[in-house]
Nanobody, 128 residues
Framework: QVQLVESGGGSVQPGGSLRLSCAAS????????VGWFRQAPGKEREGVAV????????YYTDSVKGRFSISRDDAKNTVYLQMNDLKTEDTAIYYC?????????????????????WGQGTQVTVSS
């Protein structure tokens, strides 16, 4: 069993930065893939970034490449999402999630199906 708790959301102006944290409990977490997802009002949940165990490989969706950075500190059981140069379209509830298995295709890392554990979400609002 893994429990995930997100923190670090808030309100910023366009161009600003935030760092989200996803604190996990459960020993199996260290070998899980961890993804950050977001869901804006009226839109489907979308994957933003994924990090593999041991931080060996990282994936980003195109819309955040060069602006967002995912990292993990397994000693602290925490995964971070550093978000820079935020845009109004980044406004959403951000969730972290974990999964045990690797999907067949990389694109499936960015889909909700397959992730067994989810946090409760943290709101990120970008507006002027």
């Amino acid at each position: 069993q893994v429990q995930l708790v997100e923190s670090g959301g808030g309100s910023v102006q366009p161009g600003g930065s935030l760092r989200l944290s996803c604190a996990a409990s459960g020993e199996s977490y260290k070998t899980d893939y961890v993804g950050w997802f977001r869901q804006a009002p009226g839109k489907e949940r979308e994957g933003v970034a994924v990090i593999r165990p041991s931080s060996s490989i990282i994936y980003y969706t195109d819309s955040v490449k060069g602006r967002f950075s995912i990292s993990r500190d397994d000693a602290k059981n925490t995964v971070y999402l550093q978000m820079n140069d935020l845009k109004t379209e980044d406004t959403a509830i951000y969730y972290c999630a974990s999964r045990r298995t690797r999907p067949t295709y990389v694109v499936d890392f960015f889909r909700s199906m397959g992730y067994e554990y989810w946090g409760q979400g943290t709101q990120v609002t970008v507006s002027s």
